[in-house]
């Protein structure tokens, strides 16, 4: 309006910076349009991945968005409900807010933990000859293949009389009865904790080794000559700067790989766990989606739990940019 | 330096030494207290246990081993094909929306397959995939670790000179492909095999395939070694046999894995 003159005539200027506007946008529009054209191989190439990583992996986020404003259950046709849901998680299901809690502790401590874990592990083996680094690799690595091996913890931690904890215990004389750790609320989070540290080496740590030998001797001779002193001035300033984008890949990794113990977790403590101590959304989840089909509900827990987790993500990534600065 | 690392690697092996030695063990030293750590006078009897319980299920084992060799093959044939199809485009040129493709891909690093699992039931449902292998592989087709590794593979092991100088011999997109790119991420290839066959082969894929032949071998096992507390060293022995095929796999390309994975990093 304001660019209209008195007698409410369009000004030239406007009609020029519209014409150009839209000159500009077909010159754009074809001009991407030939490249698309001069491309076409390249897109027949992606094609097979990208449709079927569309199907699969880019519709179910879609679907669960969708879905989480609705009241889908499967049997009838799915209402518009708002933010209901989403008021319900938060407002009125004690339990959910219980399980979002427990998910962050065991993300907090197993995400960090693993990684750590993984990282200095992977510089001490960087230091060690050829043979024994291949050796030591097969080895720490091997657990992350085992899957969990839930059934075997199962019986390492039994308070039946089979428990070989319990049972040793009982003998050197530290404990007069059982413990029943599996069933126990204070004792079956540090068990689940440890039983996914055990299996952490995994991804994170193959990637840490990578990067360690892709760095080059001479950069660690001209630190030296830069006045580096120590072991740990060396990792801080050298060593860790240069492997930042695994640092990075590996933090994707390992938040991903903490998020996804739900298995470990019901394997271990059963779902629903003893007084819900290891509840966490994995299993409320699992409960409203699997058991209640509660699919609009169930939908909205997921998107709360991909938020989350790109969250944490964009979180992380911004914490390892500071590295060596 | 030395005595940490090997205490920590034992400490590590531990539940492994403790499988195997339960696998190992007569009934009689499994129910002994206190337990032995190592099995006294150890025993196959858990091994040929299986191997028996195995030829009298209701549907002959083979054909759980049969299914879920199929899905392995086939699905780790065909992500790695598919895969490095599309990162060679991504990686090497630049197009209308090739980078937002990528970022998209790499974001989807971030989340884990448990988010998706209710609404990827409902699209293989309503694709009419449910109770075939299909429903298991090909979603397994497009698992985003594969393309990704094998994208930024690509980014530094794939000299951009021998692409162009195949473009003036007039070498057709697939000729590149095949003659040049594919020969030069052969670790690359390796990673994406080892981390395929894992995955499928641990599958269990319960709530995608109901019917009793089509199920996979992890399912069946599992279901041995769940039925009964006698089992327990027959179920030691199944997570052994289990694990033994993709350790075996790895121990083979561990060198390629570290080399794919020395480029695995993220570049802002």
Known sequence: MAAKTKGGRPS????????AFKDRFRRDAQNTWREVKKNRSKYLFIAPYCILFFIFTVCPVLISIFFSFTDFNMLEKPNFVGFNNYYRMFMQDD??????????MF?????PGGYIISLVMAWFINELPHAARVVLTVLLYAPSLAGGMTTIFKIFFSSDAQGFLNAWLLEWGIIDERIKYL?????????????VLWGSLGTSFLSFIGGLQGIGREYY??????GIKNRWQELWYVTLPLMKPQLLFGAVMSITGAFNIGSIISGLAGNPSVNYSAHTIMQHLEDYG??????????????????LMIFLNQFIQKCINKVGE | MVVFLTTFTLLMMLPL???VSMSLKPNSELWKFPPNILPVNPTLKHYRDLFSLMSDTWVPMIRYIFNTLFITVVGTFGHITLASMAAYPLSKYKFPGSKTIFVIIRTSLMFSGAVLAIPNYLIINSLHLIDSYAAVILPAFSTTLGLYLMKQFMD?????????????DGASEWRKFRTIVMPLVKPATATLLILETQRLWMTGATPYIYSEEKKTLSYALSQISTSGIARQGVGAAIQILMMLPPLIVFIISQSNVIETMSTSGIKE
Do not use: C, H
């Not at chain 1, 699997?290 to 938020?307: K, W």
């Open chain 1, 95 to 104: 339990l959910f807010v219980k399980a979002l809690g427990n998910t962050i």
């Open chain 2, 17 to 19: 030494i403790y499988a």
């Open chain 1, 107 to 111: 993300a907090m401590i197993t995400g």
């Open chain 1, 290 to 307: 699997t058991a209640r089909y509660e699919m609009g509900y169930s939908s909205a827990i997921a998107t709360m739990l991909f938020l």
């Open chain 2, 156 to 168: 530094q092991m794939v000299p951009m000179s021998l692409l162009e100088s195949a473009d003036l």
């Open chain 1, 12 to 19: 030239g200027k406007v009609v020029y910076d519209n014409l």
């Open chain 1, 221 to 226: 001779e001209a630190a030296a000559m830069d």
């Open chain 1, 183 to 195: 069933e126990n609320e204070n004792w079956v989070v540090p068990i689940i904790i440890l039983v």
